[in-house]
């Protein structure tokens, strides 16, 4: 258990349709990275937050949206939902600073129907 | 913008013996760490190993090891006495050193499929 926690594990919606998941980090955590893993684009970086603040920005879609509350917990919010969105979406957190390890949750499973 | 490349999408090893993975980056920074991750069947993503770029001493943990090449941008992953349980996918990724543009993120290789055959 890496003490990362996603909810849901899965997830099952409509085209057009908007949902959001959720990533508790480990306590302490002040990043939280969330990253998209598809069959063709693999796994890729999408956004990252640091104690509630937006850090980097990866290959997110303007449909996609992230924000990390004064909790530390980071929700992604996907709307206008696509069948190429569906995916495996990881979330994952670490202390801050590039020497530190990152810690992924066991992913929330996307599929749009 | 830093790439890494795994070329081969599966291998499989007979349980106890060597395996070897392959990793080439792409980079112009001279500063920076490597990783691998372990991805089960159950899904998570889970640190096997890494690799600071300053240092000329490769990683070990327990029956993992790598052959870090700095020059060549190579990084490879070797699994000693495999074990059933080291079937999984396996990502390779490149983390930059530098805060300059704030970004901590990892850049992943597509992954290769291992295969332990008993």
């Known amino acids: 258990d890496s003490g990362v926690t996603q909810t849901p594990k899965h997830l099952i919606t409509a085209t057009g349709q908007r949902v959001t998941l959720r990533c508790s980090p480990r306590?302490?955590?002040?990043?939280v990275y969330w990253y998209q893993q598809s069959l063709d684009q693999g796994l890729q970086f999408l956004i990252q937050y640091y104690n509630g603040e937006e850090r980097a920005k990866g290959n997110i879609l303007e449909r996609f949206s992230a924000q990390q509350f004064p909790d530390l917990h980071s929700e992604l919010n996907l709307s206008s939902l696509e069948l190429g969105d569906s995916a495996l979406y990881f979330c994952a957190s670490s202390r801050g600073g590039v020497e530190t390890e990152a810690f992924f949750g066991q992913g929330t499973r996307l599929t749009v129907v | 913008a830093q790439t890494v490349t795994q070329s081969q999408p599966e291998m499989s090893v007979q349980e106890a013996e060597t395996v070897t993975l392959s990793c080439t980056y792409d980079?112009?920074?001279?500063?920076?760490?490597l990783f691998w991750y372990k991805q089960p069947p159950s899904r998570q993503m889970i640190l096997v190993i890494r690799q600071e770029a300053y240092k000329q001493q490769n990683a070990t943990e327990n029956r993992f090891s790598v052959n870090f090449q700095k020059a060549a941008k190579s990084f490879s992953l070797k699994i000693s006495d495999s074990q059933l349980g080291d079937a999984a996918m396996y990502f390779c990724?490149?983390?930059?050193?530098?805060?300059?543009?704030?970004?901590?993120?990892?850049?992943f290789g597509k992954g290769m499929k291992l295969t332990v055959n008993p």
């Open positions: 990724a490149y983390r930059s050193a530098t805060t300059q543009g704030g970004s901590e993120k990892l850049v």
């Open positions: 306590s302490g955590d002040l990043s």
């Open positions: 980079t112009s920074e001279s500063d920076y760490y």
